[in-house]
């Protein structure tokens, strides 16, 4: 069964640089056509979207983030991993991975991860 | 970007009883429109894509309908362990979208 799980600095200055990973198991990252997706809910707020990578690394951002960051996949690790640079405390929020297709949803999610932006 | 929003934003019903929630897009989805439950502290769980499909392993309580603009999640009889936040989210295009979430109390 496929499983996400995210990691990464929890505790991030502010203006500098968040970086969380998303490892892939029980399953190719690299196997069918999916999309693989950065969503983050600040607290009490609904979720956001922040974009997704293809396993041949093509991507797309959600124009409100889109300056700030970056998507990146390493299919020989089978994981995928996303930067937003120049953080607020606006960019606090437990982030989410999650697998999925347009047709589909997003049937596959990470446990999540909280990240807060704080010196 | 697709605008999203559901109505209600909350509500508060018994065991058994039979609930409705609106998602409403601001242009057309076709039928790109999925439901996802959400409990506290725990990531989102897909109930329902392409707008009526019912995900593996959802129980049938829970179904969706409607296309284009306006479109349903039903809960056909409400169990305890349906209290979570439901929200909607369009795929048919980038940026992906979600809406506020309803939550519901039983």
């Known amino acids: 069964q496929l499983q996400l799980q995210e990691s990464g600095s929890g505790l991030v200055e502010p203006s500098q640089t968040l970086s969380l990973t998303c490892a892939v198991s029980?399953?190719?990252?690299?196997?069918?056509?999916?999309?693989w997706s950065w969503i983050r809910q600040p607290p009490g707020k609904a979720l956001e979207w922040i974009g997704y990578i293809y396993h041949i690394g093509s991507t797309y951002y959600n124009p409100s983030l889109k300056s700030r960051v970056t998507i990146s996949v390493d299919t020989s690790k089978n994981q995928f991993s996303l930067k937003v640079n120049s953080v607020t405390a606006a960019d606090t929020a437990v982030y989410y991975c999650?697998?999925?297709?347009?047709?589909?949803?997003?049937?596959?999610w990470g446990q999540g991860t909280t990240v807060t932006v704080s010196s | 970007d697709i605008q999203m929003t559901q109505s209600p934003s909350s509500l508060s019903a018994s065991v058994g009883d039979r609930v409705t929630i609106t998602c409403r897009a601001s242009e057309s989805l076709g039928n790109y429109l999925n439901w996802y439950q959400q409990k506290p502290g725990m990531a989102p769980d897909l109930l329902i894509y392409?707008?009526?499909r019912l995900q593996s392993g959802v129980p049938s309580r829970f179904s969706g309908s409607g296309s284009g603009t306006n479109f349903t999640l039903t809960i056909s009889s409400l169990q305890p362990e349906d209290s979570a936040t439901y929200c909607c989210q369009q795929s048919f295009k980038t940026p992906l979208t979600f809406g506020p979430g309803t939550k519901v109390d039983v």
């Open positions: 999650a697998r999925g297709s347009a047709a589909n949803g997003m049937g596959v």
């Open positions: 029980g399953g190719s990252i690299s196997s069918g056509r999916y999309s």
């Open positions: 392409g707008a009526s």
